[in-house]
């Protein structure tokens, strides 16, 4: 007895963001950068060049929503079937309803729903949570959803961040398969002890949101990009000879890796590393960017549609993100 992805689904807002934009109004220094423009440098440190942002309004449940009925549609299911919606998300609409709530209602579904509180781990945090439910059979059917708008929480003068970050949600549905060869196999971690490499100090109850605090930008994210590459990898790594050892299968056996699009530079280090043909490493950072949870999903809905994933190929998805976490899934696509 397993779990079956039925159905995938994405969403990306129509604004793109170019570098040349984001250097015009940032105030990046091209005599600090060896004279380079931001273009010029991001294409060489970390891959970006362009990213999509949602627009004033729009808000994390209405890419959700979006991502949630295109992956219905591809099931050929409808809400009213759905009994289960686990949305993954740091950047809800409002500090309360969440933001799964609101899909469920724009849905016009009456399926129980579950926000999960996970940044670039969340399609596979959101993963476990209603593989576990599925399991207990109480619930048959799920809605599986990673969403974030992340272009909220950058500084406008941090043309790092927002060369590296964009705006995206996606999905699968989630079915009850009494088929054990039909599953999702999952393995995760976390290293709690280095939260701080990503950090949005104010806003939460240690530091509540103040006039103080917004002046200060508190309310933006901060990182340590330098010791997030080298931790990456390896996170990437273990997580993936996790997962194989887990679905008894090796890494010849991977037809193709859809990894969460942290950065072009960890994605060449970690296949670097594994030793695995590029040209079998899908990656969308370069014209999507970071876009958090969302990341593995989006590739993946993006990848079928485009023809890259036939009946029988074996899929390995790693990730790692904020928290410190790590995770990855091993899936046998399965048509019909």
Known sequence: ????????????????????????????????????????????????????????????????????????????????????????TFTGDHR?????GQVQRNLGSVAKFIQVDSACTGFIDALLVAQSLLETRRYR??????????????????????????????????AWDDDPARTVHLSTGSDGDLGDYVLVPAGGSREPLSVEALRAGRHH?????????????????????DVLATAGIGLADIALIVPHQASLRIIEGYAAALDYPRERILTTFCELG??????IPLSLDLARRAGCVRDGDWLLMPAVGAGMAWGAAAYRWTAG
């Not at 397993?2 to 963001?17: A, E, F």
């Not at 423009?37 to 449940?61: F, K």
């Not at 309360?96 to 799964?100: C, E, H, K």
Request: hydrophobic letters at 45%; glycine letters at 10%; zero cysteines.
């Open 1 to 88: 007895m397993g779990t079956r992805i039925v159905g995938t689904g994405s969403s990306l807002p129509p604004r793109v963001l170019t570098n040349h934009e984001i250097e015009a109004r940032s105030g990046y220094d091209r005599a600090g950068h060896r004279g380079l423009s931001l273009d010029e440098w991001a294409r060489s440190h970390h891959g970006g060049r362009l990213r999509h942002v949602a627009e004033p309004g729009r808000a994390t449940s209405d890419l959700a929503t979006e991502a949630a009925g295109r992956a219905l549609s591809d099931a050929g299911r409808t809400a009213a079937e759905i009994d289960l919606i686990v949305l993954s």
């Open 96 to 100: 309360l309803p969440q933001a799964a």
């Open 141 to 174: 059917l799920a809605l599986v959803l990673a969403a974030d708008v992340t272009s909220m929480l950058s500084d406008p003068r941090d043309w790092l961040a927002q060369s590296v970050f964009g705006d995206a949600a996606g999905g699968v549905v989630l």
């Open 221 to 241: 994210w901060r990182f340590r990009f330098s010791e997030i590459t080298a931790w990456a990898t390896d996170r990437m790594l273990l997580a993936t000879h």
């Open 290 to 295: 970071n876009v958090s949870g969302a990341s």
